[in-house]
């Protein structure tokens, strides 16, 4: 049963930490494992990554976190992203969403507020 959409942030709606955590990492994992987007990440430091992906979408959703990484044009330069791979990783943030039983609307706001960014994150 998926969890309503009716708390004072988006944060809130996908239950804080806890969930939200779960979902970076599982949507990493499956990053990492993918054969479409594995290369992009033989050079991260992956616990790193995790936890700037957590601080970033927790302060985007109205959490109490602060992001300190770079921004997302910085970040991925050099990494040859294209539509595909950007396409990709929302198919397994959908996925590790789903996982934790977050609703279609919900899982919707956090990809309206990310789909920004993939005019700094695609150079191809």
């Keep these: 049963m998926a969890l309503p959409a009716k708390a004072d942030t988006l944060f809130e709606d996908f239950g804080g930490e806890a969930p939200l955590r779960r979902i970076v990492d ?29 601080d970033q979408l927790c302060e985007l959703m109205g959490g109490p976190c602060t992001y300190k990484g770079p921004d997302m044009k910085k970040a991925h330069i050099g990494l ?29 706001r956090l990809l309206a507020m990310l789909a920004p960014m993939a005019g700094d994150v695609i150079e191809r």
């Design 26 to 54: 599982y949507a990493i994992d499956l990053s990492v494992k993918d054969p479409l987007t594995a290369d992009t990440f033989k050079k991260s430091d992956i616990p790193r990554l995790k936890n700037r992906l957590y």
């Design 80 to 108: 040859g992203l294209t539509q595909l791979h950007f396409n990709k990783l929302v198919e397994q943030f959908r996925d590790a969403m789903d996982r934790e039983d977050i609703g279609f609307r919900t899982q919707n």
